[in-house]
T-cell receptor, first 113, second 112 residues
Framework: DTAVSQTPKYLVTQMGNDKSIKCEQNLGHDTMYWYKQDSKKFLKIMFSYNNKELIINETVPNRFSPKSPDKAHLNLHINSLELGDSAVYFC???WGQGGEKLFFGSGTQLSVL | ELKVEQNPLFLSMQEGKNYTIYCNYSTTSDRLYWYRQDPGKSLESLFVLLSNGAVKQEGRLMASLDTKARLSTLHITAAVHDLSATYFCAVDIGSGTYKYIFGTGTRLKVLA
């Protein structure tokens, strides 16, 4: 069983479209994250949720809207996609008290044309 | 703002050689993590270091943490081709922060 699963793995779309990425973890963790990895491999945190509550929002444009219906799921909806949104988006989970490693999903490669 | 820097950014080395990757961070923390990423793949955890002087070893990799110097090292002993990957360090700044800041990554290529 995959611990952190993301869908879709690849997403190719036109500028201006709206798209969603889904993430689910079966590890029982209470904290989930979205990270963006750009073409230079830099990893930047976007959001973190603890027990469905938004904790971190790292000055991400409000075209990005995360939603956590329960603590096992964290989805990312992106409105009005722009070329600069092209990247790999990783979902991750952990226990939220710190000192715990992150478990990553397999990533979603988003290409905006 | 917490900054995490790694060097070198790129490393090409011969099989059988030793080398060290450095991770410097800019604020007080005693929690540091190392991850490995293969091309086109996800990140997997290698080491969790949670105190000053912590040292962990797995196979040809050994990681250490000096919180006073705000420095962690990842030492590679007798490199083999299978170690070719990108290595990231990450820091979290305490319980309840829910925020892990990643280093710039070191792209390692081991030549046969």
């Amino acid at each position: 069983d995959t611990a952190v699963s993301q869908t879709p793995k690849y997403l190719v779309t036109q500028m201006g479209n709206d798209k969603s990425i889904k993430c689910e973890q079966n590890l029982g963790h209470d904290t989930m994250y979205w990270y963006k990895q750009d073409s230079k491999k830099f990893l930047k945190i976007m959001f973190s949720y603890n027990n469905k509550e938004l904790i971190i929002n790292e000055t991400v444009p409000n075209r990005f809207s995360p939603k956590s219906p329960d603590k096992a799921h964290l989805n990312l909806h992106i409105n009005s996609l722009e070329l600069g949104d092209s990247a790999v988006y990783f979902c991750a989970s952990s226990w939220g008290q710190g000192g715990e490693k992150l478990f990553f999903g397999s990533g979603t490669q988003l290409s905006v044309l | 703002e917490l900054k995490v820097e790694q060097n070198p950014l790129f490393l090409s080395m011969q099989e059988g050689k030793n080398y060290t990757i450095y991770c410097n961070y800019s604020t007080t923390s005693d929690r540091l993590y190392w991850y490995r990423q293969d091309p086109g793949k996800s990140l997997e955890s290698l080491f969790v270091l949670l105190s000053n002087g912590a040292v962990k070893q797995e196979g040809r990799l050994m990681a250490s943490l000096d919180t006073k110097a705000r420095l962690s090292t990842l030492h590679i002993t007798a490199a083999v081709h299978d170690l070719s990957a990108t290595y990231f360090c990450a820091v979290d700044i305490g319980s309840g922060t829910y925020k892990y800041i990643f280093g710039t990554g070191t792209r390692l290529k081991v030549l046969a």
